[in-house]
C-alpha cells in the first residue's frame, strides 16, 4: 500500500476501515502506509463537497498542512529559516492536529455540539466524565470522542471507534476506558520527546482521517 494507485483501487468502506489497522501498525513505526492514507484522504476530502455538512474549508485545509508537515523533508529547502521550521515539522505537527480533531469531531457532533463547543439546548453529551447539558462547554476532544463512539455515530463507525481505542489502549499501556483520557493529554506532551510526538500526531491524524471517511461515506 506504498503507493497511491493501490489505495485507488480499494472500496471507500475499506479505506474507512484502514485507520484501525494503522494504529496496529505505528506501535512499530510510522510507516510509508501512514504517510501514503494520511495524503490519500487529504485529497479525497479536499474533492468532496461538504455543502450538506457543515465542515468548514478551514479544517480540510489544516488537516492537509498538517499532513505536509509530516511528509516535508529537512533537506527541501536551502533557506535556513523554512530548514529550522522543517526540522520541527514533528512538534509543529503535534500542535496542529489536535485542533484539526477537535474541530472534525464537533462538526461530526453538530447536532450536539456548536463549533465553540457549547453544548446545544435541549442536548446531552455523554462523557466519560458524566453526561455534559445546555450550558457546559466542550473543551476535551476526548469527550467528543466518546460521545461518538457511544451515541452520535454511526454502527459502522462506533465499531471503527473501538477498535481504534483497543489500539491506543494496547500501544499507550493504559487502562479499559481510560484511552481518551490518554488522548485529552496529547496537546502539548511532544515536549517530552520527538519519539513520542510522532506517535502521538500518528494517532490523531488516522482519528481525524476516520471521521473524515465516515462523513464522506454517510452523506
Given at each position: ?22 494504529i ?12 501514503t492514507f494520511?495524503?490519500?484522504t487529504?485529497?479525497r ?6 455543502t450538506e ?46 485542533p ?7 462538526r461530526?457532533?453538530?447536532e450536539?455540539?456548536s ?28 469527550y ?24 491506543v489502549?494496547e ?15 496529547f ?6 520527546g ?20 465516515a ?5
Amino acid at each position: 500500500m506504498h503507493n497511491k494507485e493501490a489505495l485507488t483501487d480499494l472500496d471507500d468502506e475499506v479505506l474507512f476501515q484502514l485507520p484501525a489497522q494503522l494504529i496496529n501498525i505505528q506501535k512499530v513505526q510510522i510507516t510509508a502506509d501512514h504517510t501514503t492514507f494520511w495524503k490519500y484522504t487529504a485529497e479525497r476530502v479536499r474533492d468532496f463537497d461538504f455543502t450538506e455538512t457543515p465542515i468548514s474549508g478551514d479544517v480540510v485545509e489544516h488537516f492537509e498542512t498538517a499532513v505536509s508537515l509530516v511528509l516535508v523533508r529537512s533537506n527541501a529547502t536551502t533557506d535556513e529559516h523554512v530548514r529550522k521550521i522543517v526540522q520541527k515539522s514533528d512538534a509543529v505537527a503535534s500542535y496542529l492536529v489536535y485542533p484539526v480533531l477537535e474541530g472534525v469531531a464537533k462538526r461530526y457532533c453538530h447536532e450536539y455540539v456548536s463549533e465553540d463547543g457549547a453544548v446545544k439546548e435541549g442536548k446531552t453529551v455523554v462523557t466519560y466524565c458524566g453526561d455534559k447539558e445546555f450550558g457546559d462547554e466542550i473543551n476535551q476532544v476526548g469527550y467528543l470522542l466518546h460521545h461518538i463512539e457511544n451515541v452520535a455515530g454511526s454502527d459502522a463507525l462506533r465499531e471503527e471507534l473501538y477498535k481504534m481505542r483497543v489500539g491506543v489502549r494496547e500501544f499507550y499501556d493504559t487502562d479499559e476506558n481510560e484511552e481518551y483520557g490518554v488522548i485529552n493529554g496529547f496537546r502539548n506532551s511532544w515536549l517530552h520527546g520527538e519519539d513520542e510526538a510522532k506517535a502521538e500526531y500518528g494517532t490523531i491524524l488516522s482519528y481525524t482521517a476516520l471521521l473524515l471517511w465516515a462523513m464522506m461515506l454517510e452523506k
